[in-house]
């Protein structure tokens, strides 16, 4: 069984994975790792011969308002659960390593940053794209596995590699769920008993919607009022957005022709869930 080893230095990073044999395949995390992540870190584990993990609460991706402070924390529980699952080295820098003073180089993608979340939460792919594009200079992965239930994400990503020449393969992973529907995320710790179930709203209005997809029905128009007529009726939710967009533009859609993306950000008491599924 291989041993995990962590470090917290760039150099100390960059000479550990010159001695890990190639080609390396690259898990960027905040931490408080759950399933969703370890299913990262086990296709990292077939689909690379090394597989380096990192933890890091980036502060550039949270507005002031955010829950920066409150982001949930357990760095021992992680390492325990990255070393079953066969991850080689866990990177944890710090935001003084990050982020040094004066620093004054950011990477923003244009378009695809526009839309939903990003129209939600002004500077948080600003955020995204400078910290992976600095973990990716450090770790210089030949591969990188994202998650699904980050769907904006995973396109900003990808057109960031396109567009920057990143010599790096991106490998979308499904969205891990409870048994019960819920998106698996490090922020249903926030939860109380009463939100956990309250929070079973995006699951069921995204399932209703795709459900009328397959019985025919093609109106954007439609399955977003069905899906919000879903989170409304919830006491305990208050709706951000819900969407039907081009799967690859992330324009809304009037009609689904195509690859499209359901997806919403919803308020359970003060916790900020998301979620989304793939039509067609
Ligand atoms: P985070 O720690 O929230 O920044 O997430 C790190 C990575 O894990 C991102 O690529 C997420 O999309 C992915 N991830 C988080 N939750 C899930 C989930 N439930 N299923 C699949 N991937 C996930």
Redesign the pocket.
């Known amino acids: 069984m291989n041993v995990l080893r962590k470090v917290v230095g760039i150099k100390d990073l960059r000479d550990a994975r010159a001695a890990l044999p190639e080609p390396v395949g690259f898990?960027?995390?905040?931490?408080?790792?759950?399933?969703?992540?370890l299913?990262?870190v086990r296709r990292a584990r077939e689909q690379s011969a090394s597989v380096i993990v990192s933890?890091f609460v980036n502060p550039t991706q949270f507005a002031p308002t955010d829950d920066l402070d409150a982001y949930p924390r357990d760095l021992e529980r992680d390492a325990a659960l990255l070393q079953e699952a066969g991850a080689d080295l866990l990177w944890t820098p710090t935001p003084e390593i990050m982020y040094p003073p004066n620093f004054q180089t950011w990477v923003d993608v244009d378009g695809l940053t526009q839309p939903l979340e990003g129209e939600k939460r002004p500077g948080h792919f600003r955020g995204v794209t400078t910290v992976v594009t600095k973990l990716f200079n450090a770790v210089q992965p030949q591969k990188a596995?994202?998650?699904?239930?980050?769907a904006q994400?995973?396109a900003v990503i990808r057109q960031m590699v396109r567009d920057l020449n990143m010599p790096i393969e991106i490998l979308i992973?499904?969205?891990?769920?409870e048994r019960d529907g819920l998106?698996?995320?490090?922020?249903n710790t926030y939860l109380n008993p009463a939100e956990r179930q309250a929070a079973l709203v995006l699951s069921k209005s995204l399932a209703a919607a795709q459900s009328a997809y397959k019985k025919g029905e093609r109106n954007a128009e439609t399955l977003r009022g069905m899906m919000e007529e879903i989170i409304k009726a919830e006491p305990l939710a208050r709706l951000e957005y819900v969407s039907c967009a081009d799967y690859d533009t992330l324009e809304e859609l009037r009609e689904l022709t195509g690859k499209s993306l359901l997806s919403m950000a919803v308020y359970i008491g003060r916790t900020r869930l998301i979620d989304n599924r793939v039509l067609g």
Do not use: Y
Request: aromatic content about 10%; proline content about 6%; glycine content about 10%.
């Open positions: 898990v960027p995390t905040m931490g408080f790792l759950h399933e969703g992540h299913s990262l933890i596995f994202f998650g699904q239930k980050d994400q995973a992973q499904p969205i891990v769920r998106a698996m995320s490090s922020r």
